[in-house]
């Protein structure tokens, strides 16, 4: 069965470094999602992002983080310059509309220290 | 505001037990509720989705209802077994394309 793909599984990194989570979502998926939950919290929402832009984005999405879509393929995250409470696990997720199922990767949890 | 109540945050059964778990949500207007299990340090696994106009949908044996004017859904787990441990997620899709997510039940089928 198609999944979405998230590397790295774990990265941890130093605070006020650059850091790029990268994700391959389902291959025939056109709406693509992060998604954050921090240790013991719900999870929330980021961003979405269809035909090359972002659709939304929540409060949390702020100009330390950007989305991009470099190849037909990837869908990365980069959050700019880490602050410890970015420290979550991050999942990448992907649907074909906004009315389906949305999948999500097994995350990639980042720990700033 | 929209919000996504999950209760109770954590249940203990006994293998065999068919069990419940609940889904509250504010403003009946949704779009539609997707169901999602989370094993301890992993990602979401999808297990049902619900559209808005629908009132329950089944994968086997697990079964989820939908009643939106009272802004709820159940999901009932049929036969628990020890497997079926894990964190169980509510999310809800209104008017926009994100997801707000309840805090979860953590099931614990004990052998």
């Known amino acids: 069965e198609p999944e979405v793909t998230q590397t790295p599984s774990h990265q941890v990194t130093q605070m006020g470094q650059e850091v790029i989570l990268r994700c391959v979502p389902i291959?025939?998926?056109?709406?693509f999602y992060w998604y954050r939950q921090i240790l013991g919290q719900k999870v929330e929402f980021l961003v979405s992002?269809?035909?090359?832009?972002?659709?939304?984005k929540s409060e949390i999405f702020d100009d330390q983080f950007s989305v991009e879509r470099p190849d037909g393929s990837n869908f990365t995250l980069k959050i700019r310059s880490t602050k410890l409470e970015d420290s979550a696990m991050y999942f990448c997720?992907?649907?074909?509309?906004?009315?389906?199922?949305?999948?999500f990767g097994e995350g990639s949890w980042l720990t700033v220290v | 505001k929209q919000e996504v109540t999950q209760i109770p945050a954590a249940l203990s059964v006994p293998e065999g037990e068919n069990l419940v778990l609940n889904c509250s949500f504010t403003?009946?207007?949704?779009?539609?509720l997707q169901w999602f299990r989370q094993d301890p340090g992993k990602g979401l696994t999808s297990l049902l989705l619900?559209?808005?106009?629908?009132r329950e949908q089944t994968s086997g044996r697990l079964n989820a209802s939908l009643d939106k004017s009272s802004g709820r859904s159940t999901l009932y787990i049929a036969a628990s077994q020890p497997g079926d441990s894990a964190t169980y997620l509510c999310?809800?899709?209104?008017?926009?394309?994100?997801?707000?997510f309840g805090q979860g039940t953590t099931l614990q089928v004990k052998p």
């Open positions: 997720a992907s649907s074909i509309s906004t009315g389906n199922t949305i999948y």
């Open positions: 291959s025939n998926h056109l709406y």
């Open positions: 992002f269809y035909n090359n832009e972002i659709s939304e």
């Open positions: 403003d009946s207007a949704i779009y539609n």
């Open positions: 619900i559209q808005s106009s629908q």
């Open positions: 999310a809800v899709r209104w008017n926009t394309g994100k997801l707000i």
